[in-house]
């Protein structure tokens, strides 16, 4: 089944305790991105991806940071997280950005 | 820098009507333009897309919408709108990232557009 897979689902931390939020597609996609949504700012693009080393920033990058070192995984990295990152977060894949893209199930963040 | 607009937060309408939502973009070149849909706990569903050609554009569920350049805006069209229309819609812009290139992979999206159906 073609999926864009995010583990974990929920976790509640406490600040500073760095954290990876991890992305994995089966569908072969050069493109993946990650957003955080947050009530009444809609979706935020964090970083992007167009294919394996290539990585770009989106609207909010600071605090976090992303690897591609292989095509099906995107991980999303927070060093050291504060409570203004506590969100909702996706993980998207697409085989291009004009492409639909397949998000993930989300991943809600609670920092303390 | 680039930007989307939605300037309704909550629309209401009853079904059957017809619908407008609004979608005004800021980009100094030409974009690539999205709207996507979003149910509750769901991820978002591209409903349609521009990116040259004819300025109107057809997608999924019936909806349609019209890229004018002068007036910077893609609004989304549904001439009759059904109850299963409910959820929370976005306008995105698609442009070119901070690292150069002619790729667009950067995606930028309007605060979004809850449409309540009343029966």
């Known amino acids: 089944e073609a999926q864009v897979t995010q583990n974990p689902r929920y976790l509640i931390t406490v600040t500073g305790k760095k954290l990876t939020v991890t992305c994995s597609q089966n569908m072969n996609h050069e493109y993946m991105s990650w957003y955080r949504q947050d009530p009444g700012l809609g979706l935020r693009q964090i970083y992007y991806s167009m294919n394996v080393e290539v990585t770009d920033k989106g609207d909010v990058p600071e605090g976090y940071k992303v690897s591609r070192k292989e095509k099906r995984n995107f991980p999303l990295i927070l060093e050291s997280p504060s409570p203004n990152q506590t969100s909702l977060y996706f993980c998207?894949?697409?085989?291009?950005?004009?492409?639909?893209?397949?998000f993930g199930d989300g991943t809600r963040l609670s920092i303390l | 820098a680039q930007s989307v607009t939605q300037p309704d937060i909550h629309i209401t309408v009853s079904e059957g009507a017809s619908l407008e939502l609004r979608c005004n973009y800021s980009?100094?070149?030409?974009?690539?333009l999205f709207w996507y849909v979003q149910s509750p706990g769901q991820g978002l569903q591209l409903l349609l897309k521009?990116?040259?050609?004819?300025?109107l554009v057809q997608g999924i569920k019936g909806f349609e919408a019209e890229f004018k350049r002068s007036q910077s805006s893609f609004n989304l069209r549904k001439p009759s709108v059904h109850w299963s229309d409910a959820a929370e819609y976005f306008c995105a812009v698609a442009t070119r990232g901070l690292a150069g290139g002619t790729s667009y992979g950067k995606l930028t999206f309007g605060q979004g557009t809850i449409l309540t159906v009343h029966p």
């Open positions: 980009y100094g070149a030409t974009p690539y």
């Open positions: 998207a894949s697409s085989l291009s950005v004009n492409r639909p893209q397949h």
């Open positions: 521009y990116f040259s050609g004819d300025t």
